[in-house]
């Protein structure tokens, strides 16, 4: 069995690009932003890329005392998703950065 340094050295050569691809496009990520809503657009979330929470708008109509049970449940579900959107907006880009390769940990 020969072992052959050349083809060891591409092989980290591309390893090292591929890092740098998804490090300059996690950064880029983290520079877009995605928007939610819930309760026909009562509560209206928007997420970066990072999964960082930027904004949160709460219609006035929808803040009611007497029931803070149910606009906790909209900020949850807009909240919620908000996130499935973003998780969705990396994993592509991760798949067009990544040619489709599924890098083990690389997704949250």
Known sequence: MTF????MGGLIKQAQEMQKKIT???AEMA???VTAAA????????VNGASEI????????IINPADPEMLADLIVAAVNDALRKVQDMVAAEMGR????LNI???FK
């Open 24 to 26: 300059d496009m996690q």
């Open 97 to 100: 950065v990544t040619g489709g």
């Open 4 to 7: 052959d340094l050349g083809s």
């Open 31 to 33: 520079k877009r932003t």
């Open 39 to 46: 309760g026909g657009g009562m509560v209206t979330v928007t």
């Open 54 to 61: 930027v904004s949160v708008r709460l219609e006035r109509e």
């Open 104 to 106: 083990p940990g690389l």
